[in-house]
Structure formats: structure tokens, C-alpha cells
């Protein structure tokens, strides 16, 4: 394995470096995953987490919500077509994923 430092580095400066090495690096390094969940992942899901409180306090969704659970079904499909490449990731493929993730998260009327 490489740096995972250096890796983060050259996929700041790069973004189409390859991002599978990016997921080994975090995979295979303690010390990188744990920097990598302190300064990028917990501070983005404190956002996302808020956005759905919002949605919650709206009436949106249902109160008992696992917010973590719908984090991760709105965002975790958006990484993994990130990572894998699977397709592109355009502003009509992320607003039919959260319409569709969201109609299955909405209150039942």
C-alpha cells in the first residue's frame, strides 16, 4: 500500500484519478479512515442529517425516521456510482434518486 495521504492529496488536486485507489487506501489504512471520517464524512452527514430534520419538522417525512438509514439510501447510491463509475452522475440522475429514495421514505397519507 501506498501513502494514504499522498493518495488524498493527488485526488484533491486530481479529481479524475482513479478512485478505486482512494477506497484501498481508506480500506487498508486505520489512520487515514479515521482522518478521512473526522474531517469529510462526519461533517457531511451532520449536513445531510440536518436537511432531513428539516424535512422532518416540515411534515415530510414520518417522525420516527432512521435518519442514518436514509442518509444512506439518498447518498450511499451517489458514492457508489462515484466510486465504481457505473454511470454519470448528472443533476437528473441525483434528483430522480432522492425522488425516488423520498417516496419511500414520505408520510402516508
Not at 480500506?27 to 462526519?42: G, I, V
Not at 428539516?54 to 435518519?67: I, K, N, Q, T
Not at 447518498?75 to 440522475?93: H, K, V
Request: aromatic residues 4%; without cysteine.
Amino acid at each position: 500500500m501506498g501513502d494514504g495521504r499522498l493518495v488524498v492529496s493527488r485526488v484533491i488536486a486530481d479529481p479524475l484519478l482513479e478512485r478505486a485507489e482512494l477506497g484501498t487506501e481508506i480500506l487498508n489504512d486505520p489512520a487515514l479512515a479515521a482522518d478521512w471520517a473526522e474531517r469529510l464524512d462526519r461533517p457531511l452527514r451532520q449536513l445531510k442529517e440536518e436537511r432531513l430534520r428539516s424535512a422532518l419538522r416540515a411534515g415530510e417525512l414520518p417522525a420516527d425516521l432512521d435518519l442514518e438509514l436514509a442518509q444512506d439510501m439518498i447518498w450511499g447510491p451517489l458514492s457508489n456510482r462515484w466510486a465504481q463509475r457505473t454511470g454519470p452522475l448528472t443533476p437528473e440522475y441525483a434528483d430522480a434518486l432522492v425522488e425516488a429514495a423520498l417516496g419511500g421514505l414520505r408520510v402516508r397519507e
